[in-house]
């Protein structure tokens, strides 16, 4: 089981830190991803984190904002999302699974998803 947390809201320009916690499995052997989706549109990738950090990969339009780190020890998995912009204003979702792709149909689990808001 995936919990996503750390949303909420925040004017454009601030910043929020998302967390990933993982029950009943170790996610250490695991890619770990972050997804988002906003009303009316697709889910979209936003960064992912191979299981030992070795490769993260980061959509276009978060490089230089967005961090993705995992700390295995604790089994979990962050996403410190720094000048936040009101398009990224959607739910923002945790994955796990034994992929190497920014396509969302592979990733085996999900967190249930957590609210991130950016007003302008």
């Known amino acids: 089981q995936l919990q996503a947390s750390g949303g909420g809201l925040v004017q454009a320009g601030g910043s929020l830190r998302l967390s990933c916690a993982a029950s009943?499995?170790?996610?250490?052997?695991?890619?770990t991803a972050w997804f988002r989706q906003a009303p009316g549109k697709e889910r979209e990738f936003v960064a992912r984190i191979s299981p030992a950090a070795i490769s993260i990969v980061y959509a276009n339009s978060m490089k230089g904002r967005f961090t993705i780190s995992r700390d295995n020890a604790k089994n979990m998995v962050f996403l410190q999302m720094n000048g936040l912009r009101p398009e990224d204003t959607a739910v923002y979702y945790c994955?796990?699974?034994?992929?190497?792709?920014?396509?969302?149909?592979?990733?085996?689990?999900w967190g249930q998803g957590t609210q991130v808001t950016v007003s302008s």
């Open positions: 994955a796990v699974g034994r992929v190497n792709t920014n396509d969302p149909k592979p990733y085996n689990y």
């Open positions: 009943g499995r170790a996610i250490r052997d695991y890619s």
